[in-house]
């Protein structure tokens, strides 16, 4: 996603209102897309950003202008990574107290100086004219929620789906056989369209997931072909089966090789060589 340029605020729908996070990069794109919901007063707020100078200013403006309002109602998170909580408490500051509901994950939630109301897989939060359900969809992170926004049947998919790319699967708070079965989860959903947390939306959503599914069951295919070749290390694996990737992109990359490994350890299809002097060395 790296230059993509879309417009710092987008109406998407009749009850969504896109309010870019002003922090763009290789990872985020145009940067997190935070979501006004619903009409009324005090339309729900959908992820906050990483909390950049310039982002309440904007809200701000979309508020006024596409809602006819001057503050946001209840924040929703997707999960705890900080381009997504990180505005949190700036938008508390500002506005007052208000509920911050997310899927509750303790030891990282405390990073962040906002009090967390619990939301678990199956809740529903409602607003003007909306109804969200949120889906415990692990894999990309332990707490992250995608939300289906009922009336339109569209999906808010944060960090598993994106609107360009792939999503990286962390080492750390990722899981990768979490994450295929979240995708085989949102397959048996009707949704219309992907509203993902960053780049543009995506029309066909059936497709994009099955696409996203795809796409990891043929990487595990090409790591454990790399390690039939000799291949060794995640260092080498990255090198065969990214090698037309950007090389400053190769670290992440490796973040979702060494995930594929541990599942397919997990499951004994793969064996580790660990060792104090060098890095982990594989074997099929």
């Not at 701000?60 to 998170?77: F, H, N, Q, S």
């Not at 780049?199 to 295919?221: C, F, N, S, T, V």
């Not at 090198?239 to 594929?260: I, K």
């Amino acid at each position: 996603m790296q230059g993509m340029k879309l417009p710092d605020t987008e109406r998407w729908s009749e009850r969504a209102v896109v309010v870019r996070g002003l922090n763009p990069g290789p990872f985020t794109g145009p940067g997190t897309n935070t979501f006004l919901l619903g009409g009324g007063d005090r339309p729900l707020l959908l992820d906050t950003g990483a909390g950049k100078a310039g982002y309440l200013p904007l809200l701000e403006k979309a508020l006024a202008r596409e809602c006819g309002t001057d503050a946001p109602g209840d924040i929703v998170l997707t999960h705890v990574h900080a381009d997504h909580i990180g505005g949190a408490p700036d938008v508390v500051e500002r506005f007052g107290p208000r509920r911050v509901l997310k899927f509750p994950w303790p030891e990282r939630d405390r990073h962040f100086d906002v009090e967390i109301t619990p939301l678990v897989d199956g809740e529903v939060v409602r607003g003007d004219g909306v109804t969200l359900r949120a889906l415990h969809t692990p894999g990309h992170a332990a707490d992250h929620l995608c939300y289906y926004l009922e009336e339109d049947k569209v999906l808010f998919t944060g960090d598993v789906i994106l609107g360009a790319g792939t999503s990286v699967i962390p080492t750390e708070g990722g899981d990768m056989a979490l994450y295929l079965r979240t995708l085989e989860r949102l397959l048996e959903l009707d949704v219309a369209c992907i509203y993902p947390a960053h780049g543009p939306r995506i029309p066909a959503a059936r497709a994009k997931i099955r696409e996203y599914l795809d796409h990891r069951l043929q990487r595990e295919r090409q790591i454990l072909a790399a390690l039939d070749s000799g291949l060794r290390t995640v260092e080498a694996i990255v090198a065969r089966v990214y090698a037309e990737t950007p090389e400053f992109l190769h670290h992440a990359a490796g973040q979702s090789v060494r995930s594929h490994l541990i599942k397919l350890e997990r499951e004994g299809r793969v064996a580790r060589d660990s060792s104090a002097d060098g890095p982990d060395r594989w074997t099929a």
